[in-house]
């Protein structure tokens, strides 16, 4: 079974700090995704990264970076948290981009980001 | 118009209930179709995955795609209370490299299966 680990369920920071949320896979996976779900407005694709220190904007890549160093490892920066990032985060992970049959998602259990 | 619409419900049905879910879809470039389900406070997780026009069955659950009509369905049999959970339809184009491996999701269909 694929295997996607966030590295916090809740979260709780103050404005204007440095957050850092991070994601593991552990099925070798080439693409990882970030995304936010907020009610009313699904999910919302942040970033993604489909290979090793390659990174691209998605729909709403603002007030966000990325960082992937390792294969199986993605992280999400805030670079200074703000209130309306106030948000669950998602992380997910799909097998590889040269292959077109199937590129299905597998997503972690998702980290509740409030900022206070 | 929204590349995928998905009526957000709420949905509420007694127990046994046949439960249809639909999105509709405005990028005829859309190869590839899944259905998610997302229990309250945790990840998406995916049930359904089809490629072609037509049906695909998994015990109670049944995925239709229809591409001439850009319509997508999620049919649920004998519908359990395990069931209530918010339903999310994704979809993504064919062809390798680029964006193309990124999905886009419909917003999601709560249901409640009440016993």
């Known amino acids: 079974d694929v295997k996607v680990t966030q590295s916090s369920r809740y979260l709780v920071k103050r404005t204007g700090e440095k957050v850092f949320l991070e994601c593991v896979q552990d099925m070798d996976h080439e693409n990882m995704f970030w995304y936010r779900q907020d009610p009313g407005l699904g999910l919302r694709l942040i970033y993604f990264s489909y290979d090793v220190k390659m990174k691209e904007k998605g729909d709403i890549p603002e007030g966000y970076s990325v960082s992937r160093e390792k294969k199986e490892r993605f992280s999400l920066i805030l670079e200074s948290a703000s209130t309306n990032q106030t948000s669950m985060y998602l992380c997910?992970?799909?097998?590889?981009?040269?292959?077109?049959?199937?590129?299905?998602?597998?997503f972690g259990p998702g980290t509740r980001l409030l900022v206070l | 118009q929204k590349e995928v619409e998905q009526d957000p419900g709420p949905l509420s049905v007694p127990e046994g209930a046949i439960v249809s879910l639909n999105c509709t879809y405005s990028n005829s470039a859309f190869q590839y179709f899944m259905w998610y389900r997302q229990y309250s406070r945790k990840g998406p997780e995916l049930l359904m995955y089809t490629y072609s026009s037509g049906n695909k069955e998994d015990g109670r659950f049944t995925a239709q795609v229809d591409k001439s009509s850009k319509y997508i369905s999620l049919f649920i049999r004998d519908s359990q209370p395990s069931d209530s959970a918010t339903y999310l339809c994704?979809?993504?184009?064919?062809?390798?490299?680029?964006?193309?491996?990124?999905?886009?999701f419909g917003k999601g269909t709560l249901l409640t299966v009440n016993p």
């Open positions: 994704a979809m993504s184009v064919r062809g390798s490299g680029g964006s193309n491996y990124k999905l886009t």
């Open positions: 997910a992970s799909s097998l590889s981009r040269d292959r077109v049959v199937r590129e299905t998602q597998y």
